[in-house]
């Protein structure tokens, strides 16, 4: 009989030529467990999605209790249903007035089409400006305005009028024009190897945008929901965008996304054609009904305001000749090492000393450290420990 590990490379679609290939058979909180007992300490939450953990017991219950009431019903849109309409209205109490009108769908790829069409439609414009080095989906509209040329080329044709500028280069904000429909920017480049705004750089596109009639959307699919020390890094930055994209941690764990803006905005799906965006399984009943007890979690643990002394801590304990720097100030971070040849050993070899961690897709000399929120101190050194045993190991075996 093949074993899983066999299945796995004949059945399943491969992204990569080398993946990680654990075969993890439950996980709990902070770890992930093999077969035979294998324990590893998750410094990647999936990448931005498990902020509260694995398998919270609140999530759990929430997902338990929906599943007994229904599944999906209708596509999204026409029926009224409890847990979509919950975790609309506490998301709108959350953040800024007009950010008050949520569409969900099913990915973060997804919010980001969402918020394209919504902003073209809106405005009644085609170009979209977007960033180098972001990162915002692998769908088409999404890879037209992902910042590398190199994942980008080898599909053109891609959307049309779609241009790329330099992040934090304040001189390019020029080309935000009034044939413009919007600029979408995460505001910090997660994938890029987490790289900041420079002061003020997110309120000159955000005025530049307002000067041009052009709209502006965050995506937060990977800053939101307390990674950077607050709800959603808008706060951070003190900078309000048209439209906020939402997705990974939305769903505590189950897969959803959202494109959020003002109802007059959300409005222009409706009319001319009507149905102007439509998802069959967006916002699904169980997934909102996770994601909601997910939020309630954070607020009600107070995870994020705990969030910048752990990354002080991490930043304190980490450190090794090989570390060059580290990146972010909340639990969402780079670390640079001088070598780029030693992050494939680290990473390849991080599971043989107990821990998860993960490349960025546009940053090749960054491993990435982004644990649940919910990580003590006490699991916060010992990961340094280990990262640093790690980096021994690397440099033992690596010129
Ligand atoms: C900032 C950002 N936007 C959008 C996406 C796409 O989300 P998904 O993989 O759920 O389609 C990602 C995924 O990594 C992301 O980091």
């Not at 048209?242 to 997705?247: G, H, K, M, T, Y």
Request: hydrophobic fraction near 45%.
């Amino acid at each position: 009989m093949l074993t899983n590990r066999q299945l796995f490379l004949i059945h399943l679609g491969q992204t990569s030529s080398a993946p990680l290939m654990l075969e993890i058979e439950r996980a709990e909180g902070l770890y992930m467990f093999g077969k035979s007992g294998e324990k590893y300490l998750d410094l990647v939450s999936g990448v931005s999605v498990s902020n509260i953990g694995h398998r919270h017991p609140r999530v759990v219950k929430a997902v338990k209790e929906q599943v007994d009431l229904y599944l999906h019903l209708m596509v999204y849109g026409e029926m009224i249903q409890n847990p979509q309409v919950q975790y609309a209205h506490k998301l709108a109490g959350l953040l800024p007035a007009d950010l008050n009108n949520c569409y969900f769908v099913n990915s973060g790829s997804e919010a980001v089409e969402g918020a394209l069409k919504l902003a073209k439609k809106f405005t009644g414009r085609s170009r979209i400006i977007s960033f180098k080095n972001s990162y915002h989906g692998s769908t088409h509209g999404a890879l037209s305005v992902q910042g590398s040329e190199t994942y980008r080329n080898v599909f053109r044709p891609l959307l049309p009028d779609t241009w790329q500028i330099s992040f934090n280069d304040f001189s390019a904000l020029d080309s935000i024009d009034n044939r413009t429909a919007c600029v979408i920017t995460e505001p910090v480049q997660a994938e890029g190897g987490v790289i900041y705004p420079v002061r003020r750089y997110l309120e000159a596109i955000r005025q530049k945008c307002s000067d041009k009639g052009a709209l502006l959307i965050f995506d937060e699919a990977q800053t939101g929901f307390g990674r950077l020390g607050s709800m959603f890094a808008l706060e951070k930055f003190n900078v309000i965008p048209d439209i906020l994209v939402l997705a990974k941690a939305l769903g505590g764990g189950m897969p959803l996304g959202a494109f959020i803006a003002s109802k007059e905005i959300m409005s222009s799906l409706v009319l001319n054609p009507g149905l102007g965006h439509i998802t069959t399984f967006g916002g699904h009943p169980v997934c909102c009904a996770a994601g909601l007890a997910s939020l309630e979690v954070i607020i009600e643990e107070d995870l994020i305001f705990v969030c910048k002394e752990k990354s002080d801590l991490f930043r304190k304990e980490l450190v090794h000749p090989l570390i060059r720097e580290i990146r972010g100030d909340g639990l969402l971070m780079a670390v640079e090492l001088i070598k780029p040849e030693l992050i494939h050993y680290i990473i390849a070899h991080a599971p043989e000393h107990g821990l998860i961690l993960d490349y960025f897709l546009f940053c090749d000399n960054a491993f990435r450290i982004a644990p649940p929120l919910i990580i003590t101190n006490d699991e916060v050194r010992l990961a340094c420990g280990l990262i640093k045993e790690l980096l021994n190991d690397a440099s033992n075996n690596i010129e």
